[in-house]
């Protein structure tokens, strides 16, 4: 079983930053890929970044809408994944899920077993 709580959301103007932490309960979080999801009102749950439990390998995937702007990054040691949001735009604000799953990463909510309550990030124009 694997607990996540995320935090760190918040309001924003258009062009700022956030960082979003997910702690993660488990002594086996080093296994685990781990991945952000968001949803906005009335939208989808979309894909948003995720990272291989061997982060040394240097595997993280992003969906094209926040390439060059957003940055997953893990610390094994403090069971945390984060989020690093520059350059937010008004199109970002959403709810912010944070997701795991045991071995490798994959692009789909389906395929994640744990999720996180969730995070409001809004971005204001």
Same mark, same amino acid.
């Given at each position: 079983?694997?607990?996540?709580?995320?935090?760190?959301?918040?309001?924003?103007?258009?062009?700022?930053?956030?960082?979003?932490?997910?702690?993660?309960?488990?002594?086996?979080?080093?296994?685990? $890929?781990?991945?952000?999801?968001?949803? $906005?009102?009335?939208?989808?749950?979309?894909?948003?970044?995720?990272? %291989?439990?061997?982060?040394?390998?240097?595997?993280?995937?992003?969906?094209?809408?926040?390439?060059?702007?957003?940055?997953?990054?893990?610390? %094994?040691?403090?069971?945390?994944?984060?989020?690093?949001? %520059?350059?937010?735009?008004?199109?970002?604000?959403?709810?912010?899920?944070?997701?795991?799953?045991?071995?490798?990463?994959?692009?789909?909510?389906?395929?994640?077993?744990?999720?996180?309550?969730?995070?409001?990030?809004?971005?204001?124009?």
């Amino acid at each position: 079983q694997v607990h996540l709580v995320e935090s760190g959301g918040g309001l924003v103007q258009a062009g700022g930053s956030l960082r979003l932490s997910c702690a993660a309960s488990g002594r086996t979080f080093s296994s685990y $890929a781990m991945a952000w999801f968001r949803q $906005a009102p009335g939208k989808e749950r979309e894909f948003v970044a995720t990272i %291989n439990f061997n982060w040394s390998s240097g595997t993280t995937y992003y969906a094209d809408s926040v390439k060059g702007r957003f940055t997953i990054s893990r610390d %094994n040691t403090k069971n945390t994944v984060y989020l690093q949001m %520059n350059s937010l735009k008004p199109e970002d604000t959403a709810v912010y899920y944070c997701a795991a799953r045991y071995g490798s990463v994959r692009y789909e909510a389906a395929q994640y077993d744990y999720w996180g309550q969730g995070t409001q990030v809004t971005v204001s124009s």
